[in-house]
């Protein structure tokens, strides 16, 4: 994650490559679930083959629970339910793997993987067409975990959430403030351009959303590959 958060996208692809390669070559262990399934994140955006992309992460799935490893599994589990799936099924069908990671990663102290996987609960149910009144519920049981536990994840939520926030009259992002500190920050501001095109478009705010689709098109689906949010940037632009 520390590469995706980094905007170092090409890194981790190459990172994944290695790892999924060697166990390929040498055999597996207890973190080469780990490998394939980060494999099965970046391997569709990168060769277009997003069923073999798809087998990888069920094959990593698998192993993570052979070998009875909470920590790795937590992770697996993230990485499918964010990233893997989101290409070969609906986003409801996503939930129970990202549910899974929270438990887990709570479990074993894989406090990281549980937070990302909170953060796309909460997300991913507007995005799947969950009643805003449940969202907004969903938001309000995880968002204390992510303050206290990972403030970085809480706040990639609170940027992915501007949209149903908005639309649900919830406290909005000091934008100045935001800017102010994470400006420099590609993949912070990425997701951010990502959130402020849907609340102009979810607003019916053409002329808002006119201005801000072209810095979205230009950020989003890049630094944010591997997530429905690159289609969807395109979509909404």
């Given at each position: 994650?520390?590469?995706y958060?980094?905007?170092?996208?090409?890194?981790?692809?190459?990172?994944?490559?290695?790892?999924?390669?060697?166990?390929?070559?040498?055999?597996?262990?207890?973190i080469?679930?780990?490998?394939y399934?980060n494999?099965?994140?970046?391997?569709?955006?990168?060769?277009?083959?997003?069923?073999?992309?798809?087998?990888?992460?069920?094959?990593?799935m698998a192993l993570?629970?052979?070998y009875?490893?909470?920590?790795?599994?937590?992770?697996?589990?993230?990485?499918?339910?964010?990233?893997?799936?989101?290409?070969?099924?609906?986003?409801?069908?996503c939930?129970?793997?990202?549910?899974?990671?929270?438990?887990l990663?709570?479990?074993?102290g894989?406090?990281?993987?549980?937070?990302?996987?909170?953060?796309?609960?909460?997300?991913?149910?507007?995005?799947?067409?969950?009643?805003?009144?449940?969202?907004?519920?969903?938001?309000?049981?995880?968002?204390?975990?992510?303050?206290r536990?990972?403030?970085?994840?809480?706040?990639?939520c609170?940027?992915?959430?501007q949209?149903f926030?908005?639309?649900?009259?919830?406290?909005?992002?000091?934008d100045?403030?935001?800017?102010?500190?994470?400006?420099s920050s590609s993949?912070?501001?990425?997701?951010?351009?990502?959130?402020?095109?849907?609340?102009a478009?979810?607003?019916?705010?053409?002329?808002?959303?006119?201005?801000?689709?072209?810095e979205?098109?230009?950020?989003?689906?890049?630094?944010?590959?591997?997530?429905?949010?690159?289609?969807?940037?395109?979509f909404?632009?």
């Amino acid at each position: 994650p520390s590469c995706y958060v980094a905007g170092l996208q090409s890194r981790l692809a190459l990172v994944s490559l290695k790892i999924a390669n060697f166990s390929l070559q040498y055999g597996n262990c207890e973190i080469t679930s780990g490998g394939y399934v980060n494999y099965s994140f970046v391997g569709g955006v990168i060769t277009g083959d997003y069923e073999q992309a798809y087998r990888f992460g069920k094959v990593g799935m698998a192993l993570a629970r052979r070998y009875e490893n909470r920590s790795v599994e937590s992770w697996c589990s993230f990485l499918c339910g964010c990233g893997t799936l989101i290409w070969r099924a609906p986003l409801a069908e996503c939930r129970p793997y990202l549910e899974q990671a929270v438990r887990l990663g709570v479990e074993s102290g894989n406090i990281a993987s549980a937070s990302y996987a909170a953060s796309y609960i909460v997300t991913d149910a507007f995005f799947s067409g969950v009643g805003l009144d449940r969202v907004r519920a969903l938001y309000e049981e995880y968002a204390p975990f992510l303050q206290r536990s990972n403030p970085a994840i809480h706040l990639f939520c609170e940027l992915r959430t501007q949209s149903f926030r908005a639309l649900a009259g919830v406290h909005a992002l000091d934008d100045d403030a935001f800017v102010r500190t994470y400006g420099s920050s590609s993949f912070f501001m990425a997701v951010y351009k990502f959130g402020k095109l849907l609340v102009a478009y979810l607003s019916d705010d053409v002329a808002r959303a006119t201005l801000v689709a072209d810095e979205a098109l230009a950020d989003a689906p890049r630094l944010l590959a591997g997530t429905f949010k690159a289609p969807d940037t395109w979509f909404y632009a």
